[in-house]
């Protein structure tokens, strides 16, 4: 495939709003999850909350779009001059001429969520207010960042679990491949709610503790939320220096919640990916694991690392440090991807003390300062849905 420049790239998560917060917050290995005490939400465990988002300010002519997600995407929009990046591009190619790929997993459901407290006792009804289109739906949320960005473009959302948002950048790559765009907003919003808090505690998935990926005695996920966003451009367009080069997806499609013991799926995504981008798997510098830390994904994620890039590259789980904020995560890893390579160096795992000795894999606990060329993220999502990205700079020597 042809390399893709991300010509502009922002994240918000528990580490921070915005690049500069996020990027101090690696660099500290500072953890942002911390015990939950969201809306009326009870359980033991800790969460990765950003701070500010019920007091943002939405914009009124978007009020048709107002819930948690939609102002998260905003709040993130507005930083790292995004939107500037964004609406610069379109003034150059046309604002049919960008489009928009996004990912989550729950989007707006906590106003569903809210609005079921207030329905009728007699009939059930939910309140006359409630807006399932703009606020619940899930294509709410690229209807909204299409209209905040005031884009014209075709709009697509990915759902399909923790993978959603790291899909987006394959999806975007083949329309601009196609010649039906110019260049996409690609990325990943998903907040916070009681669906996915007590839906994952019922799986007996969730940690008390903050989680701990990779780590011997690793015992579950800690849930966060986040808004993460790229503009994909071709290479030739733009002067940035971080590079889309490869993508690969699959689907192995082996359990409902439970991944290939052995990785199988994710093993195909990576040598997709390592084919796309035309690189030997020695090729790769440091790695972005899934890494949740439940017992099955690190193991399975593991045995499929050592498979197709052998025990020494060098990786970690950047979870520890944000929570596993689901269909946002492939995009905020691919944002934390992109400081990696801008910055040199290879962020530690946060929390992890003790490493699997039964894991083979060269995982990072401290951070470490490198010149990295090409880097790997690997996002897997229940089901078997698992895809795997890698980025690099521009050109040999950029």
Partial sequence: MQPLALSSFTATSCLGT??????????????GLAPCSFETVVLDTHVGEVAGVDEHSFPSALQPYECRNNRLAHLALGQDGFAAAVQGCATRVGNARVGVFLGTSTSGILETEL?????????GALPADFRYR????????????????ELTGPAVVISSACSSSAK??????RAIEADLIDAAVVGGVDS???????????????SRL????????????????????????????????????????????????????????????????????????AEIDYINFHGTGT???????????????????PGSSTKGA??????????????????????GFMPGGVNTTTVDPALEVSYLRENRPQRLTHVMSNSFGFGGSNCSLIFGHRGVGA
């Fill in 134 to 149: 703009g606020a619940h739906n899930t294509f709410s949320l690229a209807a909204f960042v299409r209209a905040a960005l």
């Fill in 168 to 173: 987006v950048f394959a999806s975007a790559r």
């Fill in 192 to 206: 916070l709610c009681l669906t996915t808090l007590y839906g994952f505690h019922s799986l007996q998935l969730v």
């Fill in 210 to 281: 903050p989680c701990r990926p990779f780590d011997a005695t690793r015992d579950g996920i800690s849930i966060g939320e986040a808004a993460a966003f790229a503009l994909l451009e071709r290479a030739d367009a733009s002067e940035a220096r971080i590079t889309l080069l490869g993508a690969g997806e699959s689907s192995d499609a082996y359990h409902m919640s439970s991944p290939h013991p052995q990785g199988r799926g994710a093993r195909a995504a990576m040598l997709q990916a390592l084919t796309s981008a035309a690189l030997a798997p």
């Fill in 322 to 343: 944000t929570g596993h904020t689901l269909g946002a995560a492939g995009a905020l890893e691919a944002v934390i991807c992109a400081l990696a390579l801008r910055h």
């Fill in 295 to 313: 017992p099955s994904n690190d193991e399975s994620e593991a045995h499929a690392v050592a498979a197709v890039l052998g025990s020494g590259v």
């Fill in 18 to 31: 915005g690049l500069d917060a996020t990027l101090a917050s690696l660099r500290a290995q500072r953890s």
């Fill in 115 to 123: 609005a079921y407290r207030r329905r009728d006792g007699a009939s």
